[in-house]
C-alpha cells in the first residue's frame, strides 16, 4: 500500500534526480533507491553479526585446525 507523505529534499538533488527520472517519476526513483539502501544497510548488519561470531570462535576454530593439519600423512 502507498502512503503519501512529504519529504524535503536539496535543489541539487532534485535536479539530479530530474534528469534520470522519467516524467513524473520521481517517487518510484526515490522508494527504489531506499530500498535498494535498506538492503545494502541490512547485508552490512548480517555481516557485522557473522564477523563478531566468527571472531568470538577464531582461537577454538584455529587450534582444531592446526589438530586437523597433526592428522595429514606428510607428502
Partial sequence: ????TSITLSS???TELDKIAP????????EKA??????????????R???ELLNASAEL????A???L???APM
Fill in 12 to 14: 541539487d538533488l532534485l
Fill in 1 to 4: 500500500m502507498k502512503v503519501k
Fill in 61 to 64: 576454530l584455529n587450534s582444531e
Fill in 23 to 30: 516524467e513524473g517519476g520521481r517517487s518510484d526513483l526515490i
Fill in 49 to 51: 553479526r557473522d564477523l
Fill in 66 to 68: 592446526l589438530e586437523s
Fill in 70 to 72: 597433526g592428522f595429514q
Fill in 34 to 47: 531506499v530500498w535498494r539502501y535498506l538492503e545494502l544497510a541490512n547485508r552490512e548488519l548480517r555481516n
